[in-house]
């Protein structure tokens, strides 16, 4: 991070393709949001090559590069307006029809419709009357609205009560089936569906595979999985 000091990221290198899904996992510290940082380019500066359907990384302007991937936070930004205005943002392409469409699509739609104003529900500062879950699934109906072709989550979500979290598993599990993903993964139920898993530690990949390849090698990831369960 600063200059002269020990690299955080060493020898990372890895490919996704489209329609395919990655998740990464390692303990804390481990390298996995400086990762999702470097390709939202909320860090620059890196060494090395990073592309995008063949196209360096650098070279493509904020604009392009948003039109092409939706992030959701693990903390979420929510605007105090409508619960539509917080889905669509306003954008002209995306249409009351729409906002209702992403919002079953992502299952938010089972706890709006119960709201007396619905949709046009005012969302208090910081999304202080919707749950962790419920401000979660604000967030990944607003990512599927964008119609990007990557869909980037860090989807850690302490706090969320059972319900919510049933409602999360199931939008992730279809984002996973529809969208290319890249996943900081929390969650076993997410981390098992995804096409490949990397395992990071001290800013080293140390682990690749599939969930089950992983586990049956016995290593670090196992150690993760069995903290998880």
Known sequence: ????????????????????????VGPSGSGKSTVIRLLTRAYSGYQGSI????????????????????????????????????????????????????????????????????????IAPGGANLSAGEGQLIALARAVAEQTDLIILD???SSVDSLTETLIQKAVGRLY?????????????TIRSADMILVLEAGHIVESGHHEQLLAAGGVYAELIGQLE
């Open 177 to 189: 089936q529809d969208k290319t993903v890249i996943a900081i993964a929390h969650r076993l139920s």
């Open 51 to 122: 592309r995008i359907n063949g196209e360096e990384l650098r070279d493509i302007n904020a604009d392009r590069l948003s039109r092409f991937m939706a992030v959701v936070h693990q903390n979420v930004f929510l605007y105090k307006a409508s619960l539509s205005f917080n889905i669509g943002l306003a954008r002209p392409d995306i249409d009351a029809q729409r906002i209702r469409e992403v919002a079953e699509y992502v299952h938010a739609d089972l706890f709006i419709d119960k709201l007396p104003l619905a949709y046009h529900s005012l």
């Open 1 to 24: 991070y600063r200059e002269n000091n020990e690299q955080i990221l060493k020898g990372i290198s890895f490919s996704i393709k489209a329609g395919q899904t990655l998740a990464i």
């Open 155 to 157: 989807e850690a979500t």
